[in-house]
């Protein structure tokens, strides 16, 4: 009977089969080749978009290339399984306990036998603990998934990061090789003028010197791209080397309401999927802080038993297994989970901490950028019609080159100034965007609240 009873458990166990590591990389090289399905992306409240990569990528289809295909995710979504393997474990009930024991007697005495004792036995102390067990496992696995949407919602911030840094490169290289152009424009004239004795050297060579200066920051700024985009590439899971067709899409410059942004920090807690993650595992630490307080119950294991012996007198009976709390009372362990649970608790108020400073330090630092902005702007608004004169005087011979180049260099200068300003604003909208989730609330909602007012 016992050889029949584990026969049919073995018949309903999982059999092994081996699962081969790859030999190559899977990195893509040819973005046509990847299976983009939809996906939802993270908690940013965008419109419904098309992913159509034969028009080249807008920001928002390289942020969904980097959630369908980042490395990192694909490997964070594969141990979610083993979180969901862990829920499923904590609610399996645990195998009840058969035993067999033979005696053979050495005697030759007449009427004796082989004695037997055929036992079943199941440990209810299981019994006790399983649901917090199970309450745990389930907010582990809720807190697993919540981490991955974390996880996506970084890599979409750093994917779109990336493509604004990317596209920002390439404007700058315009005005470079623009100011460039300028630059070589004065240089030629005081050769020209040296040549002719009516410029010293040391005049001539600082006009040497600004033009090679400009030719080493195109020279670092083509660097800066090339890493800039082999780090998009690593991000999308694509090879080195691999190009992409960025294209500028529609993106909002309008200020911030930072009024609405301080009031969505009331609510972060159960926004802001790293916190519902936190929350989750630290309500499991708290059923595993319980699981260890009822484990200092005493341990009951009950059984069933039938027996045989030598004389062949058969019985029928029970067995009754308690650990007795004396010594251990399992209090290590509850210790263990008790500051287990301390260490939670004071990682959730640093992250609700860090989260509300990321906020208000943007918050703070935009006014400043943005009335510097505006300066520079309006400064370009009264230089550049100027230049546009300067420039028809110049055709006309009305002025010289050195007035001409001048003017034109001081609004390109004002230019890059003001590239460069919206550069970090669109950044810091970026990072307050990935802060807070879902879109940013701007100044147009309500006029009268910009990013100006108090956090």
């Not at 989970?337 to 630092?365: C, H, N, P, V």
């Amino acid at each position: 009977m016992l050889i029949t009873a584990a026969s049919l458990a073995m018949a309903a166990c999982t059999s092994y089969a081996p699962l081969a590591l790859p030999t190559q990389s899977d990195l893509a090289t040819d973005v046509a080749t990847l299976v983009v399905q939809p996906v939802a992306l993270g908690p940013h409240d965008w419109p419904a978009h098309r992913f159509d990569p034969s028009n080249g990528f807008d920001s928002i289809e390289i942020a969904t290339l980097a959630v369908a295909n980042n490395p990192g995710l694909r490997t964070a979504r594969a141990g979610l399984g083993v979180n969901q393997a862990q829920a499923l474990a904590a609610g399996l009930l645990p195998d009840p306990q058969l035993s067999l024991s033979r005696d053979f007697p050495f005697s030759a005495a007449p009427g004796l036998t082989s004695a037997f004792s055929l036992g079943l036995g199941f440990d209810l102390s299981s019994l006790l603990t399983r649901p917090a067990a199970e309450r745990a496992a389930r907010s582990e696995l809720r807190g697993a998934r919540l981490s991955l949407l974390w996880q996506e919602w970084q890599v979409i911030g750093q994917a779109r990061l990336l493509f604004s840094r990317a596209l920002a490169a390439e404007g700058n290289e315009a005005l470079l090789r623009a100011q460039r152009t300028l630059l070589n424009a004065r240089f030629e004239q005081a050769r020209r003028a040296l040549a002719r004795g009516d410029m010293t050297i040391d005049a001539a060579a600082g006009y040497r010197t600004a033009l090679d200066d400009v030719d080493r920051q195109l020279s670092e700024l083509s660097r800066t791209r090339d890493i800039g985009l082999e780090d998009l590439n690593a991000l999308l899971g694509l090879r080195a080397g691999t190009r992409l067709q960025l294209v500028d899409g529609a993106t909002s410059g309008a200020p911030v309401n930072a009024a609405a942004v301080a009031a969505r920090m009331h609510d972060l807690p159960q926004r802001r999927p790293d916190l519902l993650a936190l929350k989750a595992g630290y309500e499991a630490q708290d059923q595993r802080l319980r699981q260890a307080i009822l484990a200092q119950f005493p341990a009951l294991n009950l059984g069933l038993t039938r027996a045989r012996d030598t004389a062949g007198l058969q019985t029928r009976g029970f067995t009754v297994g308690l650990t007795l709390p004396v010594f251990n009372r399992n209090r290590g362990n509850i210790a263990i989970e008790s500051a287990t649970r301390a260490k939670l608790r004071a990682e959730y108020q640093a992250r609700l901490d860090a989260a509300q400073t990321g906020i208000e330090r943007i918050l703070l630092a935009l006014p400043a950028q943005s009335d510097r902005l505006g300066q520079v702007e309006e400064g370009l608004r009264f230089l550049e019609p100027a230049a546009d004169a300067a420039q028809r005087a110049f055709k006309a011979d009305a002025i010289d080159v050195l007035t001409y180049t001048n003017l034109q260099a001081a609004v390109l200068a004002k230019r890059q100034e003001a590239a460069a300003l919206r550069q970090s604003i669109a950044e810091q909208h970026l990072a307050l965007q990935t802060l807070l989730g879902g879109s940013l609330p701007t100044a147009s909602d309500n006029p009268s609240l910009t990013t100006s007012a108090a956090p």
